[in-house]
């Protein structure tokens, strides 16, 4: 994984390089999540079928229906630990049964909101500084034409 990193953070430190030399020839680029799972989990077969497993999997347990499923789980070991009457047996019971199992799919939905929100925001500001892009080369291509027009206006003036 550091390698990984050390090399995207080397392409990056090229791509930054070149996009103040050259800044009319700059193509903003757009960074999509199966390039992500390619560096995190590498372009085999194996890493292929790890990722998918690893999305599929997350997608099951990121849900609330999953979060009530493991609700009714937990709730099934509740009647043993009331009965057991034990303080550190409701403790545990809360702590390993209920909160564990009920806490995860609900944290994963919340990430998955916050991803999603993320994602429309990263589209929404590549779609505008694409365009501020497009529109700065054309500023630059009006600019270069005013000058072409200066430079014959004084070579008449001469």
Known sequence: MTADRSTDRKTHERAMDE?????LLFIPRH????????????????????????VLVTKVVGTMYCAYAFTLIA??????????GSPTVLVNWLSSN???????PIILVGQSVISKAQDARAEADHETLT????????????????????????QKAA
Do not use: M, W, Y
Request: hydrophobic share 55%; charged share 15%; aromatic share 2%.
């Open 75 to 84: 709730l099934v070991a509740l009647p043993a630990a009331l009965a057991q």
């Open 131 to 154: 365009a501020l892009h497009e529109l700065s080369k054309l500023q630059i291509d009006i600019l270069h034409g005013q000058n072409e027009i200066l430079d014959l206006l004084k």
């Open 98 to 104: 209920f909160l564990q199992l009920v806490l995860l």
């Open 31 to 54: 960074i999509r999540n199966v390039e992500i799972q390619r560096q995190v989990h590498g372009t085999t077969a194996i890493g292929g079928f790890n990722a998918a497993v690893a």
């Open 19 to 23: 996009a103040r030399k050259t800044p």
